[in-house]
């Protein structure tokens, strides 16, 4: 299993340029999240999603859409950057069921706008 | 709203002393995560508490769980080098049926094990 993976590793954008991350997952696993992580602040939730076709704000979520048609695969649309989205992203996942399930993180994705 | 809180958010330590990491949380939770990151890489899943007064350990590190003062103690036994990192803990609200979606972390507390 490659787990969870994220493409790309590093962006640079201009202000005003949108793009999207992408974020899949091999695992089945039916919850997948993602958070930004700023220095000194922790982890802070974006969207999350609880199955294909669920999926709801989190802590930050201003400037960033969510859709999830698939299992697999959660990308996150940056829709007009702004210098304050510079950050590390993290897609994480997690089994649904039990209760105590991890999430497991991706490697992350360093974006930098100018 | 739901805020988890650690302390120290820097400890620099000497190899071979013993140290306690401490995380705060806001609201009732019966469930903590603890992680650890190295620097430019991803987080890396270190224990799972799900009850109180739950206690796991791994090596030199030991994590335990009191629910009902909302704490959660990460111990550090005989500190290497090697476990220089940032730690983080998390928690979920336990009310909402989906919680295992979405974690609230804390800072993280930045270590350094000097030789």
């Known amino acids: 299993n490659a787990g969870v993976t994220q493409t790309p590793k590093f962006q640079v954008l201009k202000t005003g340029q949108s793009m999207t991350l992408q974020c899949a997952q091999d695992?089945?696993?039916?919850?997948m999240s993602w958070y930004r992580q700023d220095p000194g602040m922790g982890l802070r939730l974006i969207h999350y999603?609880?199955?294909?076709?669920?999926?709801d704000q989190g802590e930050v979520p201003n400037g960033y859409n969510v859709s999830r048609s698939t299992t697999e695969d959660f990308p996150l649309r940056l829709l007009s950057a702004a210098p304050s989205q510079t950050s590390v992203y993290f897609c994480?996942?997690?089994?649904?069921?039990?209760?105590?399930?991890?999430?497991?993180f991706g490697p992350g994705t360093r974006l930098t706008v100018l | 709203e739901l805020k988890v809180e650690q302390n120290p958010l820097f400890l620099s330590m000497q190899e071979g002393k013993n140290y306690t990491i401490y995380c705060n949380y806001s609201t009732t939770s019966d469930r903590l995560y603890w992680y650890r990151q190295d620097p430019g890489k991803s987080l890396e899943s270190l224990f799972v508490l799900l009850s109180n007064g739950a206690v796991k350990q791994e090596g030199r590190l030991m994590a335990s769980l009191d629910t009902k003062a909302r704490l959660s103690t990460l111990h550090i036994t005989a500190a290497v080098h090697d476990l220089s990192a940032t730690y983080f803990c998390?928690?979920?609200?336990?009310?909402?049926?989906?919680?295992?979606?979405?974690?609230?972390f804390g800072e993280g507390t930045q270590l350094t094990v000097n030789p």
């Open positions: 999603s609880v199955g294909a076709g669920i999926t």
């Open positions: 998390a928690v979920t609200n336990p009310r909402k049926e989906t919680s295992g979606s979405r974690l609230t």
């Open positions: 695992m089945n696993h039916e919850y």
């Open positions: 994480a996942s997690s089994y649904s069921g039990g209760i105590g399930n991890e999430q497991f």
